[in-house]
């Protein structure tokens, strides 16, 4: 029997490859991605600059960059 939520899905399983990181599927990236965002958006409110180092950050644009490329060919 197939299940609404197997039909509704948006993206079934796409890995997106995200350089010098690894692959993610979709919606693990975009939360990811999503969760990223946030914590960066708390720290900086709070003033919390030795939170987040260089590399990180680069992480971070890698994934957003990754998951930006994976929209513009869908």
Known sequence: ???????IREAPDDQI????I???TYDTL?????GLAK?????????????SS???IRAFAEMWNALAEYERKR
């Open 1 to 7: 029997m197939i299940k609404l939520k197997d039909i």
């Open 17 to 20: 490859q995200v350089p010098g």
């Open 22 to 24: 690894g692959m993610y």
């Open 30 to 34: 975009k939360k990811k991605v999503q």
């Open 39 to 51: 914590d960066l958006d708390k720290n900086a409110k709070r003033g919390i600059w030795r939170k």
């Open 54 to 56: 260089k590399n990180a």
